[in-house]
Nanobody
Framework: QVQVVESGGGLVQAGGSLRLTCEASGRTSSTDAMAWFRQVPGKEREFVSSIRWSIGTKYYSDSVKGRFTISRHRTKYTIYLQMDNLNPEDTAIYYC????????????GGQGTQVTVSS
């Protein structure tokens, strides 16, 4: 079982920045990757960014590439999402997820953190 706690969301004006943090606990030694997803009410959850735990390879959705940066603290099983040049379309609840070795899916367990970008 893995638990994650997201933090760092808030209200920001368009063009501003926020930094999200996700701390994982529990069965973290089998972590293969961690990721950020986001969801707007009434819409499907969408992938934002991920990082492979062992080698640090990073992936981004096209909508955030060049504006968001994912990073990790490897021994603390913590990831960050630095979000710059935010726009109103980034408004969503941001969720952290963890993928265990041998699994194809991500596991979610946190409440998410709300990011609201005003125009």
């Amino acid at each position: 079982q893995v638990q994650v706690v997201e933090s760092g969301g808030g209200l920001v004006q368009a063009g501003g920045s926020l930094r999200l943090t996700c701390e994982a606990s529990g069965r973290t030694s089998s972590t293969d990757a961690m990721a950020w997803f986001r969801q707007v009410p009434g819409k499907e959850r969408e992938f934002v960014s991920s990082i492979r735990w062992s080698i640090g390879t990073k992936y981004y959705s096209d909508s955030v590439k060049g504006r968001f940066t994912i990073s990790r603290h490897r021994t603390k099983y913590t990831i960050y999402l630095q979000m710059d040049n935010l726009n109103p379309e980034d408004t969503a609840i941001y969720y952290c997820a963890l993928q265990l070795r041998g699994r194809s899916n991500y596991s979610f367990g946190g409440q998410g953190t709300q990011v609201t970008v005003s125009s």
